[in-house]
């Protein structure tokens, strides 16, 4: 059968059109599925669609020699205080990995090198995508506090603080590491964490983890070159 509708996007909607500044009018434009933002302006592009979509969200599970991990203690809302992963915002002009270890070096002051995808989290309600990557420090790298982070540590994977983690997709991709360092292989997972309307970014008791999977490694040929 046909896949299922999108769930209800709860969160912040524009209200006037980008080009013109006219009022948008919710509906579904011609040749469409789904109701958009379309502005109400005669003047404007005929039926301009204002599109809304999904932000991706990168960042880096950083592992040192010793198997810790890197963490980052936020000084900034939400959740301040709390504990995360380096990660945030993919910027225009970069590719998911380059944005991941830019944002390593941002909020812990580490050069890092990406190794492989580890894991995408979806979280439809919050229209947010995580794709976060495997890395290493670079060889002579040291680590530190950006502008948003009142510390940042390597912890050993048995002493990650879970209950006091900012984030339900850290959390989620965190548990996931764990599980491939004990079984001695590191795979893709993706999943979809579905949260409860206006629950903070963390609380376990507001979200869920559903279509899990992981996809172990699989020995690709050399790609490019040719002739």
């Given at each position: 059968g046909p896949p299922p509708p999108p769930r209800e996007w709860l969160g912040w909607r524009a209200k006037f059109c980008g080009e013109c500044g006219a009022p948008l009018e919710r509906r579904v434009p011609g040749g469409d599925s789904l109701e958009r933002g379309v502005c109400s302006s005669p003047a404007c592009a005929p039926e301009r669609v204002v599109y809304e979509n999904p932000k991706v969200v990168v960042g880096c599970i950083v592992r040192d020699s010793a198997g810790r991990v890197l963490l980052c203690r936020r000084a900034i809302e939400p959740c301040r205080g709390q504990w995360t992963v380096p990660a945030g915002f993919m910027e225009l002009g970069e590719s998911a990995a380059e944005g991941a270890a830019r944002e390593t070096w941002e909020e812990a002051e580490a050069c890092v090198?990406?190794?492989?995808?580890?894991?995408?989290?979806?979280?439809?309600?919050?229209?947010?995508?995580?794709?976060?990557?495997?890395?290493?420090?670079e060889e002579g790298s040291r680590f530190g506090a950006g502008p948003e982070t009142l510390e940042s540590k390597f912890l050993p994977l048995d002493e990650v603080p879970y209950d006091d983690l900012a984030f339900s997709s850290v959390v989620t991709a965190l548990r996931f590491f764990a599980a491939d360092v004990e079984a001695g292989s590191f795979g893709f997972h993706s999943c979809v964490i579905d949260k409860d309307p206006g629950s903070s970014p963390s609380d376990p008791a507001s979200y869920r983890v559903t279509q899990a999977s992981r996809v172990p490694p699989l020995p690709y040929p050399a790609l490019g070159g040719g002739g």
């Amino acid at each position: 059968g046909p896949p299922p509708p999108p769930r209800e996007w709860l969160g912040w909607r524009a209200k006037f059109c980008g080009e013109c500044g006219a009022p948008l009018e919710r509906r579904v434009p011609g040749g469409d599925s789904l109701e958009r933002g379309v502005c109400s302006s005669p003047a404007c592009a005929p039926e301009r669609v204002v599109y809304e979509n999904p932000k991706v969200v990168v960042g880096c599970i950083v592992r040192d020699s010793a198997g810790r991990v890197l963490l980052c203690r936020r000084a900034i809302e939400p959740c301040r205080g709390q504990w995360t992963v380096p990660a945030g915002f993919m910027e225009l002009g970069e590719s998911a990995a380059e944005g991941a270890a830019r944002e390593t070096w941002e909020e812990a002051e580490a050069c890092v090198r990406v190794e492989a995808p580890f894991a995408q989290v979806d979280i439809p309600v919050i229209g947010q995508v995580y794709l976060l990557y495997r890395a290493s420090l670079e060889e002579g790298s040291r680590f530190g506090a950006g502008p948003e982070t009142l510390e940042s540590k390597f912890l050993p994977l048995d002493e990650v603080p879970y209950d006091d983690l900012a984030f339900s997709s850290v959390v989620t991709a965190l548990r996931f590491f764990a599980a491939d360092v004990e079984a001695g292989s590191f795979g893709f997972h993706s999943c979809v964490i579905d949260k409860d309307p206006g629950s903070s970014p963390s609380d376990p008791a507001s979200y869920r983890v559903t279509q899990a999977s992981r996809v172990p490694p699989l020995p690709y040929p050399a790609l490019g070159g040719g002739g």
